[in-house]
C-alpha cells in the first residue's frame, strides 16, 4: 500500500484545512486508517482514526470536536476536516494504514506511511 497526503498549507488562526490521503492497492477497505503530526522538537502523536468501514472513528483530546476524520473506501481515499486551527495545530501531518481493521493510537502499529504534508497556522 502506498499513501499520498494532500492539502496541508498555511492557514490563519480560526481557519480550516483539508487533508487527503490517497490509498494504492486494492486492500484499502480492510484496513484502519490514521493521521498522526510532528512538531519541531516533539514526537509524533496520534490525531485521529478510523475503522475499516469507517463506522467508528477515534481522536485525540486536543482535536476532539474541531477534527473530523472521514473515508471514501470507492475511492481508495481518507480525509481529515480541520477546523477551529492554532498554532499549536502546527505540524506536518501524516496518513497511516495498518494490517487491522481496528484502529490504533500507536503509531508503531501502523505497517504503511505517507510521505507528510505541512500545516503551519498563524497567529
Known amino acids: 500500500v502506498q499513501l499520498q497526503a494532500s492539502g496541508g498549507g498555511l492557514v490563519e488562526a480560526g481557519g480550516s484545512l483539508r487533508l487527503s490521503c490517497a490509498a494504492s492497492?486494492?486492500?484499502?477497505?480492510?484496513?484502519?486508517m490514521g493521521w498522526f503530526r510532528q512538531a519541531p522538537g516533539k514526537e509524533r502523536e496520534f490525531v485521529a482514526g478510523?475503522?475499516?468501514?469507517?463506522?467508528?472513528?477515534a481522536y485525540a483530546d486536543s482535536v476532539e470536536g474541531r477534527f473530523t476524520i472521514s473515508r471514501d473506501n470507492a475511492k481508495n481515499t481518507v480525509y481529515l476536516e480541520m477546523n477551529s486551527l492554532n498554532p499549536e495545530d502546527t505540524a506536518v501531518y501524516y496518513c497511516?494504514?495498518?494490517?487491522?481493521?481496528?484502529?490504533?493510537?500507536?503509531?508503531?502499529?501502523?505497517?504503511?506511511w505517507g510521505q507528510g504534508t505541512q500545516v503551519t497556522v498563524s497567529s
Open positions: 497511516a494504514a495498518r494490517g487491522s481493521r481496528w484502529i490504533s493510537r500507536i503509531s508503531g502499529e501502523y505497517d504503511y
Open positions: 492497492g486494492r486492500t484499502f477497505s480492510r484496513l484502519a
Open positions: 478510523i475503522t475499516w468501514s469507517g463506522g467508528s472513528t
